[in-house]
């Protein structure tokens, strides 16, 4: 009996991003990827992108679905939200992007082949693998914040991969719910790395595939000082964090699941 095609989910958290979400809803459909859905989060755009995104979930029902929060209170929440919804429609595969185009969409067929052919458990889209870069766009102090951020979290976690705070990722379903996606409590690029931090707290491995990170093409920046400062927070917290009841279950869970999956 064949194998029936994996179901993969991309979920983009949206706030102010009416100009984009068109553009990025069409590379992604483009890519002829079977049984792909979107699942698009939006927090309440005032710039009117929950009707924009309603207005692409009319013209492919079935493909595209829109979940509306009331309010905006941080990217993690949106991608808690988003990624809940897709385990519970049944993905397989979830996908996490921005919807800036600033994630190049042709690189999600590398990385679901990455995540189908070895045992990782989450596939990182990476700017500093051999092969990944940033957009000449950026200013060096930029590249240089970039660069530290990675190096600081690194330095605390041993996380092991080349870019903890990227933000381009595909994952299996199974681990998603072996991390308990639901009581992640982070934003911003701290979510990124809270999630790393449970995946290799689990003992399930991480792999990289290079990207180059362009620079948004439409509308500003959302990374706030208190984001910020959360995220430098974050590892340290992490760190002298103990495995509590729930998820030293879900370390079971992930080590019999691994060792099925490795070859």
């Given at each position: ?6 179901k ?39 710039d009117g ?77 990476s ?7 940033v ?19 690194d ?59 362009e ?17 430098a927070?974050?590892?340290w ?13 879900a ?13």
């Amino acid at each position: 009996m064949a194998e029936s095609t994996p179901k993969v989910t991309v979920v983009i958290p949206t706030y102010n991003e009416r100009e984009n979400l068109p553009k990025v809803v069409e590379l992604l459909t483009g890519l002829g990827v079977p049984n792909l859905g979107i699942v698009v989060v939006d927090d309440n755009s005032p710039d009117g992108t929950g009707e924009v995104a309603d207005g692409l979930a009319a013209a492919a029902p079935g493909t595209v679905g829109v979940l509306h929060r009331t309010e905006k209170d941080g990217l993690g929440r949106a991608y808690v939200a988003g990624m809940s919804r897709a385990l519970a429609e049944g993905a397989d595969v979830v996908v996490q992007m921005d919807a800036d185009l600033s994630h190049p969409v042709e690189a999600v067929p590398v990385m679901l082949e990455t995540l189908a052919t070895t045992d990782a458990a989450v596939v990182l889209g990476s700017r500093y693998v051999d092969g990944g870069s940033v957009a000449g766009e950026w200013a060096w102090h930029r590249k240089a914040l970039s660069a530290w951020a990675n190096l600081y979290v690194d330095t605390i976690l041993r996380l092991g991969v080349k870019d903890a705070t990227a933000g381009f990722k595909a994952w299996r379903a199974d681990a998603l719910r072996a991390i308990d996606i639901a009581s992640v409590r982070s934003n911003g690029y701290a979510f990124q790395v809270e999630m790393n931090h449970r995946v290799v707290r689990l003992g399930m491995r991480i792999a990289e595939v290079p990207i180059r990170f362009e620079e948004r093409t439409e509308g500003q920046s959302k990374m706030s000082f208190a984001v910020q400062v959360e995220s430098a927070a974050m590892p340290w917290k992490l760190r002298f964090t103990k495995v509590d009841a729930g998820e030293s279950g879900a370390v079971g869970l992930a080590g019999s699941a691994g060792s099925a999956g490795a070859s």
